[in-house]
């Protein structure tokens, strides 16, 4: 498994975030979804990111896609941002990926 760790500046997130996170079921693939699901860091803790930017950390992988988890490094932050993108309705790019 791999993680990506992505911030973005809060009014570039066009969607609400509620909860702590999504997950992605296994049927989305078919709708081009690659990842596993998305934790929303700075909803569970506020001090992590600061307060203009949330915080995400994407999973991506597992048993589900062995061969992606060992992608580079590159490729693995395109698809935790394009996924993100359909999730969240992002209008920019990251301030951070690591």
């Not at 990111?49 to 991506?60: E, G, K, M, R, S």
């Not at 969240?88 to 990251?94: A, I, N, R, V």
């Amino acid at each position: 498994m791999s993680i990506i760790i992505t911030a973005f500046k809060k009014q570039d997130v066009k969607r609400p975030l509620e909860g702590f996170g999504v997950l992605v079921p296994s049927k989305e693939v078919k709708n081009g979804f690659q990842t596993l699901g998305t934790l929303f860091s700075s909803n569970m803790f506020p001090d992590r990111a600061p307060t203009d930017q949330y915080l995400f950390t994407t999973f991506i992988g597992g048993s589900r896609n062995r061969k992606l988890a060992k992608s580079q490094l590159k490729d693995l932050q395109e698809v935790a941002v394009n996924d993100l993108n359909k999730i969240l309705g992002l209008g920019s790019d990251p301030l951070s990926v690591k």
